[in-house]
């Protein structure tokens, strides 16, 4: 065997498993395999890894970075794997809304109201309406991005009304925790904020909820995720990235 076709095989054996795991813990708690979205993080990994993915099943591939996005759209159409379905879940630049306007099928990380704003300028200019996220910081850590639920409580009213987005839910990262049980109360704690801008504008799509990383996403699915988005465990870890 050639080192690809072992790295393709690798790489089918952990999505095997992480969809073997992702059934156990949906039906755990009452729901469908096929109601979590596996988003698999290709950052940092060469397009021939998202290629042999893709051979194995998957479609839904996320990237942190917009560059680098950007750089594996291209390779991918020069490839004509044009069925991918990209997810930017990465930090915006204020001044990279612009390029944020792509063919993305969901932008995860909306973390405050001056990239939602200028996106949806953005997108308006292109005669585009992108899909996104409203990413929540639910455990208040000062490294992590995103609205505070108050802030969001307060401020939905006007990011809803904005033109170029279409909300469609909300995203958060849990601090990473040795013992994954950890996690529990931060996505408890996004859904139930769901829940309340629910109430609050029934006539928005609140329906997904991407939460669950490698370390914890089967407490994630438990607690309610419709998405989970997954690098290490099916490409390998990236020394600390
Ligand atoms: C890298 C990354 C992930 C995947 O993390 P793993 O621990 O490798 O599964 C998920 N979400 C975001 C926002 C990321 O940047």
Redesign the pocket.
């Given at each position: 065997m050639t080192e690809e076709t072992v790295r393709a095989a690798e790489i089918a054996a952990n999505l095997a498993e992480i969809r073997a795991r992702i059934a156990v813990a949906a039906q755990r708690s009452g729901r469908r395999p096929e109601d979590v979205l596996l988003?698999a993080?290709s950052?940092t990994y060469p397009i021939a890894d998202i290629a042999a993915a893709m051979a194995a099943g998957q479609r839904d591939f996320?990237e942190?970075r917009l560059e680098e996005l950007w750089s594996k759209v291209e390779q991918a159409r020069a490839l004509s794997l044009d069925i991918i379905r990209w997810h930017l879940?990465?930090t915006i630049q204020s001044r990279k809304t612009s390029d944020t306007v792509g063919p993305f099928v969901l932008i995860?990380?909306i973390d405050r109201a001056k990239i939602a704003t200028r996106l949806s300028r953005d997108a308006v200019m292109a005669g585009n309406v992108m899909r996104v996220l409203l990413e929540v910081n639910v455990s208040g850590e000062a490294s992590k991005h995103g609205f505070t639920p108050d802030e969001l409580l307060a401020q939905a009213g006007e990011l809803l009304a904005l033109p170029g987005i279409r909300v469609c839910g909300l995203?958060t990262?849990a601090p990473f925790e040795a013992e994954p049980e950890a996690t529990r109360p931060v996505f408890r704690a996004l859904c139930g904020l769901r829940e309340r801008l629910a109430d609050r504008y029934p006539a928005s799509d609140w329906g997904e909820l991407s939460m669950g990383?490698?370390?914890d996403?089967e407490v994630a699915i438990e607690e309610g995720a419709t998405i989970v988005?997954?690098?290490?465990?099916?490409?390998g870890?990236?020394n600390g990235?």
């Open positions: 988003v993080v950052k996320g942190n879940i990465g995860h990380s995203m990262m990383m490698t370390n996403f988005r997954i690098g290490s465990a099916i490409f870890s990236r990235q």
